[in-house]
T-cell receptor, first 114, second 113 residues
Framework: DVKVTQSSRYLVKRTGEKVFLECVQD?????MFWYRQDPGLGLRLIYF???????EKGDIPEGYSVSREKKERFSLILESASTNQTSMYLCASSFFVGQGYEQYFGPGTRLTVT | DAKTTQPPSMDCAEGRAANLPCNHSTISGNEYVYWYRQIHSQGPQYIIH???NNETNEMASLIITEDRKSSTLILPHATLRDTAVYYC??????????????FGKGTKLSVIP
């Protein structure tokens, strides 16, 4: 079974703190994604990566950065956490095989910024 | 990217087929239709996808109309564990060979005992 794991299920941080969310996949997938999910807004793509050290902005990259030093690991960084970044963060991964693939999601990290 | 329209909620009796509709009237010729579901407090789970032909796997069947403007996800024998929010997604191209899944609000399916 494909497994995508995220470092924490629940996280509470203070405003201004630097926050690291880590995602690891064990299926040798080329693509990895970070989304956030908020009530009434659905899932929104923050960043994605199609290869090691490669990254592309999604729809809402402001306030976030990412790092992909190894193929299996994709980190989301909140440089200075703010209360409007309180959300559920979901990581996903997929093969790079053109049109016909599926994304596999991790369990999510519920981040609260106080 | 093509948009999708789904009913906000549906009920289905346990053991009966659940038919979840989706409209995607602006879909383009090379865009796939994907279905995911999200059980409470979990990450989304892939169900099935298709381009033109009907598809079936161990979880569900996907029926796509000939004009591709709508589709229906069928869970043949719904169980209580199928209670979830179901998302119909038409995938858009991000570039660099990557594709974005744009999740709308989905349909909350409640399976009733």
């Amino acid at each position: 079974d494909v497994k995508v794991t995220q470092s924490s299920r629940y996280l509470v941080k203070r405003t201004g703190e630097k926050v690291f969310l880590e995602c690891v996949q064990d299926m040798d997938h080329e693509n990895m994604f970070w989304y956030r999910q908020d009530p009434g807004l659905g899932l929104r793509l923050i960043y994605f990566s199609y290869d090691v050290k490669m990254k592309e902005k999604g729809d809402i990259p402001e306030g976030y950065s990412v790092s992909r030093e190894k193929k299996e690991r994709f980190s989301l960084i909140l440089e200075s956490a703010s209360t409007n970044q309180t959300s559920m963060y979901l990581c996903a991964s997929s093969f790079f095989v053109g049109q016909g693939y599926e994304q596999y999601f991790g369990p999510g990290t519920r981040l609260t910024v106080t | 990217d093509a948009k999708t329209t789904q009913p906000p909620s549906m009920d289905c009796a346990e053991g009966r087929a659940a038919n979840l509709p989706c409209n995607h009237s602006t879909i383009s010729g090379n865009e796939y239709v994907y279905w995911y579901r999200q059980i409470h407090s979990q990450g989304p789970q892939y169900i099935i996808h298709g381009l033109k032909n009907n598809e079936t796997n161990e979880m569900a069947s996907l029926i796509i109309t000939e004009d591709r403007k709508s589709s229906t996800l069928i869970l043949p024998h719904a169980t209580l564990r199928d209670t979830a929010v179901y998302y119909c997604i038409v995938r858009g191209f991000l570039g660099a060979g990557s594709y974005q899944l744009t999740f709308g609000k989905g349909t909350k399916l409640s399976v009733i005992p």
